[in-house]
């Protein structure tokens, strides 16, 4: 049977040129004219995450690249990684280095036994079909955040500057955790986390693990003293019906941090292909934009039942938003809450460059194409 390539769920999106910055889904660096270069009309499936207006990029002094293992190196490292991942695996020793300067603590996600919402609760100001919604948001509203990322780029003349890029999250504990995407925080240097009801007050974010199958991080940040975190309850998405009322909570744009919008469960279990990523989704009309992705989406009953990371876009496109579904994501936060990483996924413990081109091998210091080896990871099985 032939694929039918005119139907969009069948095309698996990916990047235009192999560059992230021709992709709508290019982290930090967005453009906001709704087209990008080399896109057809309707680019299907684009992550949206990082959608504050880049700044003037700031030049910085330039820094001397590392150069990579040369291919004798490279085979004798990667050899030597192979056979301890054989042994013992590869993923401990990385995540527990990558774990280390947050500190372990109980992990303790809010799953629903109780919703934040009921219809006893008072409420004043709002007619009967406005009624939910209103509760709903007022009730979550605190254990959504505003994140925004620095991430050092470098231009053709191989100068370092800044990008900037922003997305949502979801406080999931008291002492500080919280979730959003891996897309979201990918590459960044520097995570910030603001409140909605205090964006005077900036809190530095330490990134606990990440995990690019299912597009989800967890992050970590120290409280105020006195400061009352608000985690959102987790619900069971497992029970969302095709039609059910939900709200999205985010910060489109990067900078209208709370703003609430409200939909309905189009489909479930939508499978799609986002960024080379097979994904089981829930399909949403409610109204996702840039800067959306890792914010939450809340049932009736005030329970977080999805993460936002995903919209179909184009002229000809709306109301095409997606949310992992958190009965897939909470195995995989408290994974990497308790442990760093995800258990039973082994890893290298390697971070490699493709030199594809002789610029790129001039910017490495090297003489032949390939793949490189840039670093290996401490404490990971490479090591």
Do not use: C, W
Not at 277 to 282: A, K, P
Not at 336 to 359: F, L, S
């Amino acid at each position: 049977m032939s694929e039918n390539t005119n139907n969009p769920l069948n095309n698996n999106f990916t990047q235009n040129g192999g560059s992230r910055e021709q992709n709508s889904y290019a982290p930090y660096n967005p453009p906001y004219n709704g087209t990008q270069p080399g896109q057809t009309e309707n680019p299907y499936y684009n992550y949206y995450n990082n959608a504050a207006p880049q700044p003037k990029p700031k030049k910085k002094k330039e820094k001397k690249p590392r150069k990579p293992i040369g291919k004798k190196g490279f085979a004798a490292i990667l050899l030597s990684a192979a056979l301890v991942l054989g042994v013992v695996g590869g993923a401990l020793g990385a995540s527990i280095a990558n774990y280390a300067s947050v500190g372990r603590s109980e992990a303790v996600l809010y799953k629903s036994s109780e919703p934040p919402v009921s219809s006893d609760d008072d409420y004043e100001g709002a007619d009967s079909s406005a009624f939910n919604a209103a509760q709903v948001a007022a009730k979550t509203k605190d254990s959504v955040v505003e994140i925004k990322t620095e991430t050092v780029a470098r231009d053709s003349f191989f100068q370092n500057y800044i990008t900037s890029g922003a997305g949502s999250g979801v406080v999931i504990s008291k002492d500080g955790y919280i979730v959003t995407n891996n897309h979201v925080i990918e590459d960044a240097s520097k995570i910030n986390v603001t409140f909605t009801s205090n964006e005077d007050k900036s809190y530095t974010a330490a990134l606990v693990g990440t995990d690019e199958a299912t597009d989800i991080a967890v992050l970590k940040i120290e409280p105020s003293q006195g400061m009352e975190l608000t985690p959102a309850v987790l619900g069971n998405s497992d029970k969302l019906v095709v039609g059910e009322s939900v709200l999205a909570i985010g910060n489109p744009l990067g900078e209208l941090g709370g703003t609430v919008t409200q939909g309905i469960v189009s489909a479930l279990g939508r499978q799609l292909t986002v960024e080379n990523q097979s994904m089981t989704l829930l399909q949403i009309d409610a109204s996702i934009s840039p800067g959306n992705s890792g914010g939450g989406l809340f049932n009736s009953r005030g329970e977080l039942v999805g993460i936002v990371n995903a919209k179909s876009s184009g002229t000809s496109v709306e109301g095409l938003g997606f949310a992992i579904p958190i009965n897939t994501a909470s195995d995989t936060i408290e994974d990497i809450m308790n442990y760093g990483y995800v258990k039973g996924r082994a890893q290298i413990g390697v971070t490699t460059v493709e030199v594809a081109d002789i610029q790129t091998a001039y910017m490495y210091g090297v003489s032949e194409l390939g793949v490189y080896i840039y670093s290996v990871n401490s404490g990971s099985g490479a090591e």
